[in-house]
């Protein structure tokens, strides 16, 4: 109580809280809304060319970006035709125009009259023969060519940041006030997160002409929440969290750009799994050991967690344009890969990590191969894998064994954290106590591992759901997109991107709160940590891509 | 991509994770973010104590019994008040796991699911509990006990108030003695245990009404029979003694004498069977609670049971074990024809903004004995204090009663018992009162019963 006329302190103390109420209510609105222009600009699904049987003249429409065709029924363009291979040929929207490539049929693929070798251009009038089918590639005319989403409107962007700023206005006054004496040094964080915010939205609407900012309004409306909630108890701590907002936002615009060539990317999937198994190879021989993984390396000033990297370059390694998958059926060079990096992170001891990997390779195998025995298969290897570890890393095991007795454990390392984060959660209510003003930020890992505990009991329990809730969104989103991106190769990495985001929410939020044992992963965008931080950016770039208008303004200019 | 589009759908199944995960998350913080929060470690309580910044508790007469100033638990100005309603009210640690401050901590420190335990106002939000217990009816009560251990609790059975509700021995809690937890001579022993709800003592005499209940119903010319009762009778070769030789008596002299002879050979004569039912119907073996609080189950088990500790048990020896809070609830359910009302001491519960968010009120609680039966066993006990201990001890109450002096056994002294009501519809009160280590239920326990009825009755 600095102030010495509690009359004020009474005042200030009502109107934080009434900030601390109106912060959620507007988080939803902006969340919703951006959610709500996500769902509303997705491509429609009117064909834009279709397809003319010559013989019975029938028109067979042309939905995505990449069509199967074939004699299986789970093919996009269905042919009725027992001379075709099941999986004949895919047919793919490119920046140039139509491509048709062969599958590996037994009786080829001939486009007027010549057998195709590798993908090959198709002008609409074209003839594609396949079995003994022939189809013509026609535009569709019933349709106007204009693109829709632009006649539905999409949200403004201008107003989703402006709101945004709102919020972190709210949230930064709280920080200020964190010591009940005024601070001014919260506003530094707030000052470089507001020119990061706008330099992105002038970037990327004014210099490259997008159209839609929702993903990116997201981003930034929970990095921002998680740097000003860390304002309030260590202003210098979220200088190297702003760098890496800096670098993860650099890191998205790179990506997005190196993910509108898919040739490029194909070509480039080797070198970056050979790249990501060396960088986990120099972390197990240079890393130190920290709180008993050895995950970081030391470059400099700098401590630096490889594996978050890696997961980007897992999802390169694992999606798969749509041809290439019809092609190399088999999942053996990725379960490969995805061996060795689970292998990797055991030894770094980061099982936490590992097991986010292993859930992103699930999904990502799944969506490749459709294959349930094969999951199954993989998923009763790694619970074999998992007992054994139980059975020799007795550590682990306490874990596990102190998972849902918590309040047996009050006092020792098996349920120390998490009882903090209850009983301070708890304290919170629906609105918290106020930013800085918790006390769970003086037990350890409280910014990081406990950090879904201190945003409830600073910021209260209303905001904590909603930032979660934000996470599912974005996977819900992706997911919806699947079969609207510009290829599988987006469709597979936006719903791995956003899988593993979400599963990793629910680590650190369930395992601080003993629904599952704590594993010691970091909340999304939230928590503590430049890797985490910037590698978050990176993954969202793989949902950026997957929406259909990032690549339509460019081609726009 | 049709497949692809499919096949996404497996991300449901982590969406449904984690929403399953989330709500019982959410689940687990509405129903216990009470007890989580209410933890010793929690600085928002700041320090040691759990009640620095609580809510008031007040005695059926606005006095203070607790409350918060400068961030220490103080308590009433009088130490004996202090110390009479410890067990009721609780001490500062929460040691005592039955009292008002542990079992009501959430609404004491005005946790709520909104507020957490933050305060936008910058004023406490704890709310204030007012109790139905009156803090000089329980002084009277210690002071009679003196530095005996035992218990006594008065109860309104009409409307299902506390009136009393004393155990001793007991400590002061504004200043807990130094040796309180390291003393090892036994001053303090069971210290924290409220005896009314959790202790269970071997009932002795007063045992012999659930015997008359089960004669009631099973033997059907009971008022017509006698028993002869010599001083002593031995079943299946073990003495069953009394006090002295009564002669041939009547079922109701032979209760209001309390002849050990007559009774062991009715519980004989009903057999295990009868008597483990009777009990049953009357609530031993059980567990019953107090404003939420549980109580310590009442023993009686004569499953395989030898003739002779059939009879013992059916003299309230043998295992048999009675919680003095249901003995308290069997006298309301005889004064109210087998069905007791469920006694509360919690009269309400006050928010800061003055809102009141729980009041006690009258409620019944389940069938305990026939209404034949009760009323019965209402007029034997009538008959108990007019003929044999003096309507003198509770002046214009008309008391139905009944003592018992139980013997424990390992060179102790017995524990004294007396347990009735008035049958005066304008006192409907009940009471049961223990004491340890004393000569007989009616020098001991008597005497605070007597003083206790006469004090309750003048309360409005």
């Given at each position: ?311 980007i370059a897992f999802i390169f390694v694992g999606a798969s344009t749509l041809d290439r998958l019809q092609t190399a059926r088999n999942l053996t060079g990725f379960i490969g890969f995805s ?16 097991c986010i990997f292993f859930v992103t390779f699930l999904i990502i195998a799944f969506m490749r191969s459709g ?187 | ?460």
């Amino acid at each position: 109580m600095t102030l010495n006329i509690p009359g004020i302190q009474n005042l200030l103390d009502m109107i934080l809280f009434a900030f601390r109420v109106i912060v959620p209510f507007v988080f939803l609105i902006i969340v919703w809304r951006c959610f709500a222009s996500l769902k509303r600009g997705r491509r429609r699904e009117d064909p834009v060319v279709i397809l003319e049987d010559m013989v019975t003249h029938e028109t067979i429409p042309v939905l995505y970006w990449e069509n199967s065709i074939g004699r299986s029924k789970s093919c996009d363009i269905v042919l009725n035709d027992p001379t075709a291979s099941r999986d004949h040929a895919v047919l793919m929207r490119r920046e140039s125009g139509w491509i048709i490539t062969d599958t590996g049929s037994k009786s080829g693929t001939f486009v007027s009259g010549t057998k195709i070798k590798g993908p090959y251009q198709v002008m609409p009038g074209d003839v594609m023969a396949m079995g003994s089918t022939a189809l013509m590639l026609k535009r569709a005319n019933n349709t106007p060519k204009k693109k829709k989403w632009i006649q539905r409107r999409a949200a403004s962007p201008f107003g989703l940041l402006t709101s945004v700023t709102f919020i972190q206005i709210f949230l930064v006054v709280q920080a200020c006030f964190a010591a009940d004496k005024f601070s001014p040094m919260p506003l530094i964080p707030f000052g470089v997160l507001q020119v990061l915010e706008w330099g992105l939205y002038f970037y990327s609407i004014k210099g490259l002409g997008r159209v839609s900012f929702e993903l990116e309004t997201m981003a930034f409306l929970l990095s921002g929440t998680g740097i000003l909630l860390i304002a309030g108890t260590d202003v210098k701590s979220t200088f190297t969290q702003l760098g890496a907002l800096a670098g993860g936002i650099i890191l998205f615009c790179v990506m997005i750009q190196f993910l509108s060539d898919l040739d490029r990317v194909m070509r480039w999937r080797l070198a970056i799994a050979v790249f990501a198994i060396l960088l986990f190879a120099a972390n197990l021989l240079l890393a130190r050991t920290h709180n008993g993984a050895r995950n970081w390396i030391k470059l400099g000033s700098f401590s630096v967690q490889p594996s978050e990297f890696i997961k980007i370059a897992f999802i390169f390694v694992g999606a798969s344009t749509l041809d290439r998958l019809q092609t190399a059926r088999n999942l053996t060079g990725f379960i490969g890969f995805s061996a060795v990096c689970m292998g990797a992170l055991f030894l770094m001891r980061d099982f936490g990590t590992a097991c986010i990997f292993f859930v992103t390779f699930l999904i990502i195998a799944f969506m490749r191969s459709g294959s349930l025995r094969t999951i199954a298969l993989i998923c009763s290897v790694a619970a074999f894998g998992a007992f054994l570890i139980l059975k020799f890393k007795p550590y682990v095991a306490d874990r596990i064994n102190a998972w849902g007795h918590v309040w047996e454990h009050v006092n020792d390392s098996g349920g120390y954290q998490q009882t903090r984060v209850l009983s301070y959660a708890a304290s919170g209510g629906l609105f918290g106590v106020g930013i800085g003003k918790g006390c769970l930020k003086n037990v350890f890992a409280s910014t990081t591992d406990l950090v879904f505990g201190m945003v409830c009991e600073e910021l209260g329990l209303a905001l904590a759901l909603l930032i979660v809730l934000t996470i599912a969104l974005l996977m819900f989103y992706a997911r919806s997109d699947a079969t609207r991106s510009r290829s599988t190769f987006y469709s597979i990495s936006a719903c791995a991107a956003s899988g593993m985001l979400l599963f990793q929410t629910c680590l650190n939020v369930f395992g601080a709160t003993d629904v599952l044992p704590l594993t010691g992963v970091t909340l999304p965008l939230i928590s503590l940590g430049g890797s985490s931080m910037m590698a978050v950016w990176g993954l969202l770039a793989f949902i950026k891509a997957s929406d259909e208008r990032t690549y339509a303004a460019r081609r726009k200019s | 991509m049709k497949t692809t589009g499919t096949r996404s759908l497996i991300l449901w199944i982590l969406g449904l994770c984690f929403f399953v995960g989330l709500g019982y998350f959410v689940y687990g913080m509405v129903t216990n973010g009470g007890t989580w929060a209410m933890q010793p470690f929690n600085k928002h309580l700041t320090s040691g104590s759990q009640l620095s910044n609580g809510g008031k508790i007040l005695d059926r007469n606005n006095a203070i019994l607790a409350k918060s100033e400068n961030g220490k638990r103080v308590y009433n100005s009088d130490e004996t008040v202090r110390r009479a309603m410890l067990h009721a009210v609780g001490d500062t640690k929460g040691y005592i796991s039955t009292g008002i401050q542990y079992n009501y901590r959430s609404e004491l420190s005005g946790y709520n699911l909104i507020t957490g335990l933050a305060t936008p106002t910058g004023k406490s939000g704890g709310s204030d509990i007012k109790l139905t217990l009156d803090s000089s009816l329980s002084k009277l009560a210690l002071e009679k006990l003196g530095s005996r251990s035992g218990a006594a609790a008065v109860y309104n059975y009409k409307t299902g108030e506390m009136l009393c509700m004393v155990s001793s021995p007991n400590f002061d809690p504004q200043n807990p003695p130094q040796d309180l937890d390291t003393d090892k001579s036994g001053k303090y022993s069971g210290v924290y245990l409220n005896r009314v709800l959790s202790s269970s003592y071997t009932p002795g005499s007063i045992f012999k009404l659930v015997t008359s209940a089960a004669a009631i119903e099973n033997i059907p010319n009971l008022d017509s029979r006698t028993w002869d009762c010599k001083g002593s009778i031995l079943i299946n070769g073990n003495k069953i003694t009394d006090v002295s030789s009564y002669g041939k008596l009547s079922f109701k002299n032979a209760l209001a004498k309390s002849s050990n002879v007559a009774f062991a050979q009715i519980a004989v004569e009903l057999g295990n069977d009868k008597m483990n039912a009777i009990a049953n119907e009357m609530g031993f073996n059980k567990s019953f609670d107090l404003d939420g609080i549980p109580t310590s189950k009442s023993v009686y088990n004569v499953t395989g049971a030898q003739p002779n500790e059939l009879g013992w048990s059916g003299v309230g020896q043998y295992t048999d074990l009675t919680n003095p809070y249901h003995m308290l609830l069997i006298m309301g359910a005889i004064a109210n024809e087998g069905t007791p009302v469920k006694p509360y001491m919690i009269s309400s519960i006050t928010s800061p903004f003055g809102l009141t968010t729980k009041s006690g009120h009258t409620q019944e609680g389940s069938r305990l004995l026939k209404a034949s039966t009760a009323n019965k066993l209402k007029e034997y006990m009538r008959y108990n204090v007019s003929s044999y201990y003096g309507d003198k001890m509770f002046p214009g109450l008309s008391v139905c009663a009944k003592t018992g002096t139980a013997e424990v056994g390992q060179g102790k002294k017995p524990n004294g018992w007396m347990v009735g009501f008035s049958s005066d519809r304008n006192t409907p009160l009940a009471f049961a009162v223990v004491v340890e280590n004393a000569n007989t239920g009616m020098t001991s326990a008597g005497q605070i019963a007597s003083a206790l009825m006469t004090a309750a009755a003048k309360i409005k």
